[in-house]
């Protein structure tokens, strides 16, 4: 597995304002992920951020809503823009690719509150 | 779409006693994962399972994934309460890549 972290961990933000999320794997890997998940829901894939070029969105997610950086191959941002209330959730990254594998391995999360 | 539905979707018991969750599907996967998900924290994998019929064990879980390789199942045996948590099966498709499909989760307490 590997070392995964998301900053911030939580927020409170206010409509209509931004947040950019960081996560940062300790090892190179092919695939990043970034997830949605709502209070006691399971996991909505929102995008697949590719490293050099611009990310891959799920239905229902567009790049202005979510932009994504993926800069190289250890670091990724996800950018909640022009936030509201149903923005609420957690938002999670994740890793696939260490060693050649394509198991999928997660940060803990950033939880966002929007007022 | 792909869909995973899970079943239950919560379940409370009695430590020491015994349990199945289910995950199933009308489209049929490359490979099933198990993940466990404890609040504050993100999803931890339990198992992978790539082959029809095949039958994983970790500890006290059972992973089984279907012949057809569209559903799959959860046994714990003699839970604890360190088994509490969020349960969700994730499917690779045939032709998603490596994105996974997440099922709608099972949310388990285990009482002592």
């Known amino acids: 597995s590997a070392v995964i972290s998301q900053k911030p961990s939580r927020d409170i933000c206010q409509r209509g304002t931004s947040l950019t999320i960081q996560c940062q794997v300790d090892s190179q890997v092919t695939m990043m992920f970034w997830y949605r998940q709502q209070p006691g829901q399971s996991l909505t894939l929102i995008a697949t951020a590719n490293q050099g070029s611009e990310a891959t969105y799920e239905s229902g997610f567009v790049i202005d809503k979510f932009p994504i950086s993926r800069p190289n191959l250890t670091f990724s941002t996800l950018t909640v823009s022009n936030m509201s209330p149903e923005d609420s959730s957690i938002y999670l990254c994740s890793v696939a690719g260490l060693a050649g594998a394509w198991e999928q391995f997660f940060g803990p999360g950033t939880r966002l509150t929007v007022l | 779409t792909q869909l995973l539905e899970q079943s239950p979707q919560f379940l409370s018991i009695q430590e020491g006693e015994n349990l199945t969750v289910y995950c199933n599907s009308s489209s049929v996967f490359s490979s099933l994962q198990w993940y466990r998900q404890e609040p504050g924290e993100g999803p931890v994998l339990l198992v992978t399972?790539?082959?029809?019929?095949e039958v994983k064990k970790l500890k006290r879980l059972t992973f089984q994934f279907g012949d057809a390789r569209k559903d799959s199942s959860l046994h714990i045996t003699a839970a604890q309460p360190g088994d509490t948590g969020l349960y969700l099966c994730?499917?690779?498709?045939?032709?998603?890549?490596?994105?996974?499909?997440f099922g709608t989760g099972t949310r388990l307490a285990v009482r002592p």
């Open positions: 399972v790539v082959t029809g019929g």
């Open positions: 994730a499917g690779v498709g045939w032709s998603s890549g490596d994105k996974l499909t």
